[in-house]
């Protein structure tokens, strides 16, 4: 395939304009995921036909495709998803493949398709050939689930720490780590001695419990059951079979919806002020971007960011912000969350102390502010 026909096969179009293509959109959108873990050849160019059939359907959001197979999670005109059913269908590989229909997915999720070719669908910092990762656990139903917690079994939320937080299984064991290969390792440490016991495993929709439950067998687990299709999935079956509701809170989605709301408990506080909320937000100042659960008084209150230091940045007019950005180093758009918020307590009480007695928090800034600024 030329360079120049490979270069179509991707989103050329800046986020503004993505934005109101989007907004032209008469018709109702509907947000799915899908996952297979299935041996997948010539990656890229399955990525490329992918791309262009799917691009056709009006398809949006984020796609890995991987030797060990595709994890999907997109968007797309109601009125297509028959004939994408049917694209997927026909593709021997994906054949079949459970969607995920997101339980509140008619707002905006995602603004682009972007396919990727990845070593791995799940970046796992596991090493290959490790453990036998087909060796995975029990698939169970929602009822299946929740009768076997209700017999006592341990139940362990795989996710990273700023996802259950404002939202989980009543009682699980809720990880600290804020990577999947952390969350493996902790899991193990703190149910050591318990290899006999039964343990019930969770995630968003499925896909890291394959990979953990098949760890924690690896690691001596005889009795590992995992939720089948996540707690998206969870939701529909609650919902469909009349079934007990066990899952408080929010669910944490990786989509412009931050999250879907599963039951009407708040489980969480905010990380600045510490009343009871689960909205969660990055801060805006854009060379933080960190998230954080923040309230919305106290989101008025910083501006929409997670501190004084970045409401201060954050304040200034544009040109300046600008000028104050440059040479420095910017977070990755990564999710990094805040972890401790007890520590972001303290350095907000610092940072006011500071700001009251100096009028400033960036002293560095009065060069800037005090030249002419030309605009960006
Ligand atoms: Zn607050
Ligand atoms: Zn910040």
């Not at 996952?35 to 056709?56: F, G, I, P, Q, S």
């Not at 493996?184 to 969770?202: D, N, T």
């Not at 919902?239 to 709301?261: I, P, Q, T």
């Not at 918020?341 to 006011?352: A, M, N, Y």
Request: aromatic fraction near 6%; charged fraction near 25%.
């Amino acid at each position: 395939m030329s360079a120049a026909r490979d270069h179509n096969l991707r989103n050329l179009l800046a986020p503004e304009q993505l934005r109101a293509r989007l907004e032209r959109e008469s018709g109702e959108r509907i947000t799915l995921s899908f996952y297979r873990y299935v041996l997948l050849h010539e990656v890229v160019a399955l990525r490329n036909e992918l791309y262009t059939e799917w691009e056709a359907l009006s398809v949006l959001g984020r796609v890995y495709l991987a030797g060990e197979g595709i994890n999907a999670q997109i968007s797309l005109p109601t009125s297509n998803v028959e004939r994408f059913r049917k694209l997927v269908d026909d593709r021997p590989e994906f054949r079949g493949v459970p969607f995920k229909i997101a339980v509140d997915g008619t707002a905006a999720s995602f603004l682009k398709l972007t396919i990727k070719a990845k070593k791995k669908l799940v970046a796992d910092g596991l090493t290959d050939g490790a453990f036998d990762v087909t060796n995975v656990g029990e698939h169970l139903t929602a009822s299946a689930f929740n009768d076997r917690m209700a017999a006592g079994a341990t139940v362990v939320d795989m996710r990273n720490n700023y996802e259950s937080v404002i939202g989980h299984f009543e009682g699980a064991l809720l990880p600290k780590a804020d990577k999947f290969h952390g969350a493996l390792k902790e899991v193990v440490e703190r149910l050591a001695g318990q290899q006999a016991e039964p343990v019930l495993l969770y995630c968003t929709g499925g896909i890291r419990c394959e990979k953990a439950s098949a760890y924690l067998k690896h690691h001596g687990f005889s009795n590992v059951g995992q939720l089948h299709g996540g707690i998206i999935d969870y939701a529909h079956q609650v919902k469909r079979e009349g079934l007990d509701n066990r899952f408080k809170g929010r669910n944490f989605v990786f989509d412009g919806r931050m999250a879907e709301r599963i039951s009407e408990d708040v489980v969480s506080t905010c990380m600045q002020c510490g009343v009871v909320s689960d909205r969660i937000a990055n801060c805006l100042e854009e060379s933080c971007n960190l998230l954080l659960v923040q309230c919305e008084a106290c989101a008025t209150k910083y501006n929409d960011c997670c501190s004084p230091s970045c409401r201060e940045i954050h304040q200034l007019p544009g040109a300046v912000q600008h000028a104050w950005r440059k040479g420095r180093v910017t977070r990755s758009t990564l999710t990094k969350a805040i972890s401790d918020p007890d520590e972001l307590r303290q350095r907000i009480r610092e940072e006011e102390e500071l700001l009251a007695l100096n009028g400033t928090l960036h002293p560095e800034l009065t060069s800037i502010t005090s030249r002419p600024i030309s605009a960006p």
